[in-house]
């Protein structure tokens, strides 16, 4: 190989791996506002819920799901166990023992940016709003992708019913068309539970960490994990610690699957094409040959 | 031609994509480093390890039992202030240098490797043909493979003024202080004679012989020299300690005893509380017991400054006087100089992150669990803050030497009719009764703790400050003309309101006001529901507070429309 051939590989080499790196999926960034709306959402406060489970009480009354008992005495067997959500129960306070001290963590939908739960939905049962609510409808049909889909194990589904539905946190989006707050963060005692824009939200956690040195952890989680949630978490000790996902990445979900889903229909239109071309190529070499070749045959008959 | 060009880059294409996706994939680790296991009382065992020269360690670290050494030489007939030089070496003077191995030509692998070994195995060696009992001398018997994961952190050995009191008091010392005291001179040229004693000088060792510390231009020629000889802290106390004990051991008679040589004695893991520490007589330095701190040409009167009950709390001198014995004002003038680190005086005394000014060693103080129940909500004063009360000030900048008396606050002056003996809050009435509120109790608790504490009775004036503890905005001048009681609702609002997500409902200040100060004293009462919430035989709703909604001209703002379908 001589010089100018081996740096015309090495540059050809060096842009194809810079355009492969291009077209690999980037984290979009989180977003706040959609179509002139704020995204609205909640930002827990994990110093300070104080495990009253209010919260999961008033969740029940506004969704008109069974009311849990939440004296003490019930709230002390309650969290001897892990709870996660179910189809009747929105959102479940747990406790998480740390080197801090111990810390009750509500848990509900996260609300993300851009839902793995809505993209996987095929006939978009799974809504994002444009305030920021996650949402499900009727016209469901019942796949259970949007469970599959959910990094944080979210959506529950009816299975006792006879016609189920898929049930979750809504952010309460009927309650928000009538202008008010969220049930829980209407029964929080202590401001533990806080709703607001987004965008407000994350002021007032990073105010909250830079006006209290050494009482937090230095980030919010749901600013960027997976693309960035309306649900955001306040803690003092690290986010594992109180049982929430730190593999998830920036990345939003949807992003994973977009690179394939954008080349499906190309490759389905563009590959009979490609063969098609490829198939006449090679007839029109192979007649050709014959040609030559009968030519020549007749040629040496001629002899 | 034209096929070979174009596989050839696209082959390396190929190429580098896959090192670039098997760089991402290997590149997280995978291995969990195994589990570290501490000894923290070691007894007299030592580990080598010496990983500043080694590195990576290429077999287990050696864990060395001085105690056992120490012994056997006893065992063989020795006296024992007569087995250290058995392996540690002595200098001219014939004072032990507690150094070992005896001789490392150089401070690298092979050297310090070879020396340890030399000595180490020689030594056993020759008991073995001496026929006595031996230590090991094949690799693995003393590099043992389970003292790869072993960290011996040795207790550090405190000289508490306990100690020094008991060497000050001992009759054979004759009160001759240049035994362990002394300062370096180094404008002078002979160079045996640096080392002096200069009676009502003397000093902490760790002002000169801490050499991980950076000290200011008086100190640092000197920190300079004991770096550069290596007489560290901890090596300077073992020469000083140890030879003195070895000494003494030496001329004392049968029923004499002299200091510990053993490092068990020494390295208790055991310290003196500042309550303990308080009742031992402090090193005399010609400290005053008051003193007015009055800094000419400064703006503020002086201070009056009790020196000898600050001393009781604190361990060392070290807690204030951080470089020198000397008075703050030699080093901080009112503009900083080089010898007060560029710090001024007003900082140095003010500096509320500081542990070695006033203000700081206050804070640290009010953070400790009687006080941080009120004091974790206000924040500390210091210069720099805007437009502080004038008493704030005053309260120490007196001008006289004398503290003036203070009268020990009292509930009995209180108006029945203004300071409820009793409050009832009725925010959560629909689900549970009206919670009662001990308010006259928790004053009187809080009036005695006020009164417990020295530092408190001094600063907490007048009741108000006890007040304020809890109201913490309240204007009282103007309250008590308007005659208006201080209810929490005049600041918290009960409506929710997005925009200012900083201030604080009415029910989340009740809760956190209330928890947070029994979270902060440690008090086991008040941390249940039912302490507080009695509950209603027919609860309403739990999501009916009145005026909770969003206000609409929010709802405009954010574009929050309603959606009817």
Request: glycine share 6%; proline share 6%; aromatic share 6%.
């Amino acid at each position: 190989m001589d010089r100018r051939t081996f740096l015309k590989t090495i540059g050809v080499g060096l842009a194809g791996a810079a355009g492969g790196t291009l077209l690999t999926p980037h984290p979009s960034k989180a977003q706040v506002v959609f179509d002139g709306m704020e995204f609205s959402g909640i930002l827990v406060d994990t110093t300070r819920c104080i495990g009253c489970r209010r919260c999961e009480k008033a969740c029940a009354e506004v969704n008109n799901l069974p009311v849990p008992n939440i004296s003490e005495t019930a709230n002390e067997a309650v969290f001897k166990k892990m709870r996660k959500t179910t189809d009747i129960q929105y959102t479940v306070t747990n406790l998480y023992e740390t080197e801090k001290g111990n810390f009750f963590v509500p848990w509900r939908c996260m609300h993300c940016n851009q839902p793995g739960c809505r993209s996987a939905c095929l006939v978009y049962a799974m809504q994002k709003r444009t305030t920021g609510h996650v949402t499900w409808d009727t016209n469901c049909m019942g796949c259970r992708l949007c469970m599959l889909s959910c990094p944080f194990d979210i959506p529950k589904f009816e299975y006792q019913e006879a016609i189920p539905r898929i049930q979750k946190c809504n952010l309460c989006f009927g309650r928000f068309n009538k202008g008010k707050v969220p049930g829980c963060v209407e029964a929080c005692p202590t401001e533990a539970l806080m709703f607001g824009t987004r965008r407000k939200l994350l002021e007032e956690g990073k105010r909250r960490i830079a006006q209290n040195p050494g009482k937090y952890v230095h980030h919010i989680y749901g600013e960027y994990e997976v693309g960035g949630t309306s649900h955001l978490y306040l803690s003092a000790v690290p986010f594992q610690q109180i049982g929430l996902r730190t593999d998830l990445g920036a990345v939003a979900y949807p992003v994973y699957s977009l690179v394939y889903l954008t080349a499906i229909p190309f490759i389905a239109t563009l590959t009979p094409l490609f063969m098609l071309g490829i198939a006449r190529a090679v007839r029109m070499r192979k007649e050709r040959e014959e040609k030559e070749e009968k030519g020549k045959e007749e040629k040496e008959k001629h002899k | 031609m034209i096929k070979k060009s174009i596989i050839l880059p696209a082959v390396i294409c190929l190429l580098i994509l896959v090192i670039i996706a098997m760089n991402t994939v290997y590149s997280v680790p995978t291995y969990a480093p195994p589990k570290e296991v501490i000894w923290t009382k070691p007894e007299s065992k030592i580990g080598i390890a010496h990983t500043e020269i080694f590195g990576m360690l290429e077999r287990p670290q050696v864990i060395f039992d001085h105690k056992k050494h120490a012994e056997a030489l006893v065992k063989e007939g020795k006296k024992e202030w007569e087995t250290c030089n058995a392996c540690h070496p002595v200098d001219e003077g014939n004072a032990l240098i507690f150094d070992f191995p005896k001789k490392v030509v150089k401070k690298e692998k092979d050297s310090v490797m070879n020396a340890y070994h030399d000595q180490c195995i020689s030594c056993h060696k020759e008991k073995v043909q001496e026929g006595k009992k031996s230590g090991p001398v094949i690799c693995a018997d003393c590099h043992k493979e389970d003292h790869k994961n072993v960290k011996v952190k040795y207790p550090v050995a405190e000289f508490d003024f306990a100690h020094h009191d008991k060497h000050v008091k001992n009759k054979k010392l004759k009160e001759d202080c240049s035994l362990c005291h002394h300062t370096y001179d180094a404008e002078e040229p002979d160079e045996t004679l640096r080392l002096v004693y200069e009676q009502g000088t003397e000093e902490s060792c760790y002002y000169c012989h801490d050499t991980e510390k950076k000290r200011g231009p008086e100190l640092a020629p000197i920190v300079r020299v004991t770096a550069k000889k290596g007489l560290t802290i901890r090596k300077a106390s073992h020469l000083q300690c140890l030879n003195c004990h070895v000494e003494f051991a030496k001329k004392a008679k049968k029923d004499e005893k002299a200091g510990p040589v053993e490092c068990s004695k020494c390295h208790t893991g055991e310290y003196k509380t500042i309550s303990e520490l308080a009742k031992v007589p402090q090193p005399d330095r010609n400290q005053p017991e008051k003193t007015l701190i009055d800094i000419e040409n400064a703006r503020m009167k002086g201070v009056g400054f009790n020196h000898s009950s600050h001393e009781k709390y604190n361990r060392t001198c070290r807690g204030c006087h951080h470089e020198t014995l000397k008075a703050c004002k030699e080093c901080h003038g009112i503009t900083g100089t080089p010898e007060g680190n560029m710090v001024n005086v007003a900082d140095a005394y003010h500096n509320v992150v500081s542990e070695h000014s006033c203000s700081g060693c206050h804070g640290i103080k009010k953070s400790e669990k009687e006080c941080a129940g009120c004091h974790h909500n206000i924040a500390p004063v210091d210069i720099e803050t805007m437009n502080p009360k004038k008493e704030t000030c005053a309260r120490c900048h007196t001008g006289k030497k004398e503290r003036i008396p203070i009268l020990p606050l009292s509930v009995a002056g209180l108006d029945p009719e203004k300071v409820k003996k009793e409050v009832t809050v009725k925010i959560l009435e629909n689900e549970f009764e009206p919670s009662k509120f001990p308010h006259l109790d928790i004053i009187k608790k809080l009036v005695k703790i006020s009164n417990d504490s020295k530092l408190a009775t001094y600063f907490h004036t007048k009741m108000q400050t006890i007040c304020d503890g809890c109201h913490h905005r309240s204007k009282a001048e103007a309250e008590a003309k308007k005659d208006t009681p201080p209810f929490c609702r005049n600041c918290h609002p009960v409506a929710y309101d997005p925009e200012k997500l900083n201030k604080t409902k009415l029910l989340s200040a009740y809760h956190r006001q209330c928890l947070g100060c029994h979270e902060m004293m440690d008090l086991e009462k008040g941390r249940k529901c039912s302490e507080c919430h009695k509950e209603k035989k027919e609860p309403k709703s739990i999501t009916s507070i009145k005026n909770f909604e969003l206000p609409t001209r929010l709802l405009e703002k954010f574009g929050w429309t309603p959606v009817t379908n």
